[in-house]
């Protein structure tokens, strides 16, 4: 069955990076848009990024510039660069098959002082 499994999450001071990866299986995921989204306590859970099986990315406007997302279509993984991290990047981190509910457990991200 299609699991997604993140993990990089910990606490980070402002301005600080972390990577986040997300390990695919039970799919062929060289062929899936895979996505990244985000939930901050108290708030609805809000698209970060995406990557095409091209390639191709998509990114929200709070954090184009900060973030890239990647990804291997060898290890099944997708990945999120997360640089110059704010105070409101802390939420958990979800990963996404695109265009069904195929979600990972999610891994919380951080960001104090």
């Known amino acids: 069955q299609v699991q997604l499994v993140e993990s990089g999450g910990g606490l980070v001071q402002p301005g600080g990076s972390l990577r986040l990866s997300c390990t695919a299986s039970?799919?062929?995921?060289?062929?899936?848009?895979m996505g990244w989204y985000r939930q901050a306590p108290g708030k609805q859970r809000e698209f970060v990024a995406k990557v095409l099986s091209s390639s191709s990315t998509n990114y929200a406007d709070s954090v184009k510039g900060r973030f890239t997302i990647s990804r291997d279509n060898v290890k099944n993984t997708v990945y999120l660069q997360m640089n110059s991290l704010q105070f409101e990047d802390t939420a958990v981190y979800y990963c996404?098959?695109?265009?069904?509910?195929?979600w990972g457990q999610g891994t919380q991200v951080t960001v104090s002082s």
């Open positions: 039970g799919f062929t995921f060289s062929t899936y848009i």
């Open positions: 996404k098959r695109w265009g069904d509910d195929y």
